[in-house]
């Protein structure tokens, strides 16, 4: 399988865990688990134009990328919204695991 698909599945899958799943998953040293998925998100996103170009990408699947990451974004700029009370029941986070969950099955689709 393509090393981009990879990495892309592998940001959004972090990101679509709750927060207890990501407990187990991650390292202990990570202390910040929010800004930790929330930057390997930001790192596979940027391959987006790659797999575009190279057509690896449905356009449901980018479709729902870019839901992620336009809420992910809107999501920092409000502090109430970087917390893990907030990660566990803000219906911004749900939305975000949601199409982070949807992007996954549509790329499960095609690889």
Partial sequence: MNTKILILKEGLKLISLEIEELK?????????IIDDISNQFHDSYILIPQLMDENLLSFDAVKHILHVHVRLESNWQDEKLTTLKAFTEDKNWKFIREHAKAALLEIEKTH
């Fill in 24 to 32: 187990v998953k991650l390292p202990d040293f990570v202390d910040d």
